[in-house]
């Protein structure tokens, strides 16, 4: 007969046998949980090695691309800058070696010459990363020689010979081109020292100045005299201040910019392209734009201020005249007033060959607005303006409280004998001091010739006289 009785030795033998059991059954299962992880682990690491192994390789050609950009763009400045600084040098022997010419025929193929140069010296300039503020005066000055050498070479292609007054402008030119140059060269002997790296040395701090623009030194109107040497009328170059007090403190963005010049300053012309070229951050900042019209390409700058244009620069087609003078005047003033330059007037004209040179002012109450001056070029061949310059009006237009506390026929008392007024006008001016007044433009014509003379309306004193003389059939006032 069976013993069915359990003994203690019994019970703990099973019970041990049970924990074994449950042991083994608990490493199975997680030997086999750690087995079935295993491919999930492996396609986790893999899948981390490939992401890695992407990561790196665009890494790789980001880098690579980069210097290779940046090798491209370190090559685009160094080839700008030394040709502009060839250019330059060309440019001051070419004015040197003027002086010394003797036939029209060998003075025209020299200013063939410089303006050549200014092309390229111009060209190497927008090229180049420099402060705008610090190389906005340079720019208008070899665009301003390169105008004066084109006048010049239509007056010799006529046959006609240059006055000695328009051969010494040459002599400021000069003095210019030996300031340009010392800061050039200076910044060439600190180049060759230091392994100089354009693109390291192209960005901008905080103040809007970078190591090159520093290192061609100062080249703004402070610290060069440039020369105002194109067709200017009376006060067209008074500009006693960088304060700019004619632009509205509304800023406009690049788009409006783009369709001012496209639906305002060029409305109704279907032909006309506009490209965005680049911002300009000096005392009138802007957005500068590219324009062709046909086959005519003309360079175009509308301030971020207010929305307006302030420079306008193109060609003249070849041919004679079709334009009369009065028709220029009118076509000068109805294109300012039609882009925002309220209340203009024609208060100067001088024509070379067939362009047509007018400088408008505003007219307020029956004042002229001398400080407010924009100049505007109108080629006669082409029937259209393609030059504009509204910098004065930018930095000075403001509403003014005017007084004219003298009588006119007590200011002309001042006048002295023997002259003829043929005009009287008032007027706002700007005296060399800076100080603005209101006086009285007298047009008066003398045995010798004509004069402008203006006198204080409050204190009845004469401020300023101008007399007109003739250059080569050019009038100027002096």
Excluded at 339 to 352: A, K, N
Aim: one cysteine or more.
């Amino acid at each position: 007969m069976r013993n069915n009785n359990i003994t203690s030795v019994d019970f703990e033998e099973e019970k041990n046998q049970t924990e074994s059991n449950k042991k083994q059954s608990e490493i199975l299962k997680k030997k086999s949980r750690a087995q079935k992880l295993i491919p999930w682990l492996i396609v986790v690491i893999v899948s981390l090695l490939i992401i890695l192994t992407c990561v790196l390789i665009a890494y790789y050609q980001v880098y690579t691309s980069g210097k290779q950009n940046a090798n491209v763009l370190e090559g685009v400045y160094t080839s700008s800058y030394y040709s502009m600084v060839d250019n330059v040098n060309n440019l001051a022997v070419d004015v040197a070696k003027y002086s010394t010419l003797t036939t029209n025929q060998a003075k025209l193929n020299s200013l063939q010459d410089m303006m050549l140069d200014c092309n390229y010296i111009l060209s190497g300039l927008s090229v180049l990363p420099i402060n705008e503020e610090n190389a906005s005066s340079a720019t208008k000055f070899f665009n301003q020689v390169n105008g004066l050498c084109e006048a010049y070479s239509n007056t010799l292609y006529r046959g006609e010979s240059l006055t000695q007054d328009e051969e010494l402008v040459f002599d400021e030119i000069g003095l210019v081109l030996g300031k340009i140059k010392e800061n050039l060269n200076s910044q060439n002997a600190s180049m060759y020292d230091s392994g100089f790296n354009f693109v390291d040395s192209s960005i901008f701090d905080d103040t809007g100045m970078n190591e090159l623009s520093a290192g061609l030194g100062d080249l703004t109107s402070d610290s060069i005299d440039y020369p105002a040497m194109i067709f200017d009328g009376p006060f067209s170059t008074a500009l006693e201040t960088t304060e700019v007090k004619g632009l509205s403190e509304n800023e406009i963005g690049k788009d409006e910019a783009y369709d001012y010049l496209k639906n305002t300053v060029y409305k109704n012309r279907s032909d006309v392209k506009v490209e965005f070229d680049k911002e300009t951050n000096g005392d009138i900042a802007t957005f500068d734009f590219n324009v062709t019209i046909g086959k005519k390409t003309f360079y175009a700058q509308v301030s971020k201020r207010g929305g307006l244009l302030i420079t306008l620069s193109g060609y003249a087609e070849t041919g004679d005249p079709i334009m009369k003078n009065e028709q220029a005047m009118e076509l000068a003033k109805t294109f300012a007033n039609n882009i925002g330059f309220e209340s203009m007037d024609s208060v100067w004209l001088e024509v070379h060959d067939n362009v047509a040179y007018i400088n408008l002012a505003p007219v307020i109450r029956d004042v002229i607005m001398y400080p407010d001056l924009v100049k505007v070029k109108v080629d006669l061949t082409g029937l259209e303006v393609i030059g504009f310059e509204a910098v004065n009006y930018a930095l000075n237009h403001v509403e003014r409280n005017l007084e004219f506390v003298v009588d006119t026929s007590d200011a002309e008392s001042l006048l002295g004998f023997d002259y003829n007024v043929l005009k009287v006008s008032k007027t706002v001016i700007r005296l060399d001091s800076g100080r603005e007044v209101s006086a009285y433009e007298f047009m008066v014509e003398r045995i010798d010739g004509m004069y402008f003379y203006y006198i204080d309306a409050n204190q009845n004193q004469i401020v300023k006289t101008m007399k007109l003389v003739m250059t080569n059939g050019v009038q100027k006032l002096i």
